[in-house]
């Protein structure tokens, strides 16, 4: 089977297991916080959770609630990201707060915050031995912790006057590549993995997380906005130092970096101007530069994969084909 088409059943069954568990009063509330879910997505993180539980010999069932917990959680830092980034279109629809407002906003991204572990613990329903649920949980919140350390460096960074790949990746790594990494940990630690399986997945995906986050750069501003669901250019009006503006910066002579920097993170700036900073980073060949990272980060989560003793066969195969969807993916 295709792995976008397992990816789709695991996306309705997982929608389906988040329908049932995440419902309440007031109705506007729960409105507001199943917004994106409702909108779509990839759904990258869930099939990586099953993908995992089936390579440790585990079934689909088990990590159906492993894998509600770990799309709500990361939906929920959508809805706070969108907040602090003023952002306002995701998956094509209007942010959360730009319908309800921040105060509600904030509030639904609490809720979903409340239900991930509500999901991870319905696991027990499963027949699930209580310390592999336990163990599930310490790393649900370990890569909640994680994500707001990124999150914080990410907002951090513009403020630093020399800012090199390392600083970058160490953000990346925190802010997008743990949860990949922690969502094949709970699929894994679910279905009773081999501490050594388990520790290759998490690299792998820690590989892949960051492979897919540079990605996510070059997208947002080479990328069809209609396909990525949001404005192109944002990351240079809200000042991002995205893996191509650092380059860029490091590349440049001094003129040029004053005239990037006077529109990165210029919220009024036009959009003859965001164009100009976008021809200004494609010519430094940032472009080049972050493509040929991604790739590497990508064939060192294969190669890591490679090594796995899977129990599922398929499952492993298409983990692969994940990887190497999250590197070379338009949208």
């Not at 947002?220 to 860029?248: A, F, N, Q």
């Not at 976008?278 to 080049?288: D, L, M, Q, R």
Request: charged fraction near 25%; hydrophobic fraction near 45%.
């Amino acid at each position: 089977m295709s792995f976008l088409l397992y990816a789709n059943e695991i996306s309705k069954r997982v929608e389906n297991f988040i329908y049932e568990v995440v419902k309440g009063e007031p109705k506007t509330l729960y409105e507001s916080a199943l917004h994106y879910i409702k909108a779509g997505g990839k759904r990258i993180r869930p099939l990586i959770t099953v993908l995992s539980a089936r390579i440790c010999g585990g079934s689909e069932n088990i990590a159906i609630p492993g894998a509600a917990a770990v799309e709500i959680l990361h939906t929920f830092t959508l809805v706070h990201d969108d907040i602090i980034d003023r952002d306002e279109l995701r998956r094509g629809v209007p942010t959360v707060h730009k319908i309800w407002g921040t105060d509600m906003a904030i509030i639904s991204g609490d809720l979903l915050f409340a239900y991930a572990y509500r999901c991870l613990i319905k696991s027990l329903n499963y027949g699930i031995p209580s310390d592999r649920v336990v163990k599930a949980l310490e790393t649900l919140t370990e890569a909640a912790i994680i994500v707001a350390e990124g999150q914080a460096l990410d907002m951090l960074l513009p403020t630093i006057d020399s800012v090199d790949s390392t600083r970058y990746i160490e953000m990346i790594r925190k802010k997008t590549a743990s949860l990949f990494a922690s969502s094949a940990v709970i699929g894994a630690v679910l279905a009773g993995g081999d501490k050594e399986v388990i520790e290759k997945l998490r690299e792998s995906m820690i590989n892949a997380g960051i492979a897919f986050q540079i990605r996510d750069d070059i997208l947002g501003l080479v990328g069809d906005e209609k396909i990525l669901g949001k404005p192109v250019y944002s990351d240079i009006r809200e000042g991002k130092m995205t893996i191509l503006v650092i380059h860029t910066l490091n590349k440049i002579n001094e003129d040029g970096r004053k005239r990037l920097r006077s529109i990165l993170g210029n919220r009024n700036a036009s959009l003859h101007e965001l164009s100009e900073a976008a021809e200004i980073i494609k010519s430094s060949g940032a472009i080049e530069y972050a493509e040929n990272l991604a790739e590497q980060y990508a064939n060192r989560a294969i190669e890591i994969s490679r090594s796995v003793v899977s129990e599922d066969r398929e499952a492993l195969d298409m983990f692969r084909e994940v990887v190497e969807f999250m590197v070379k993916r338009n949208y």
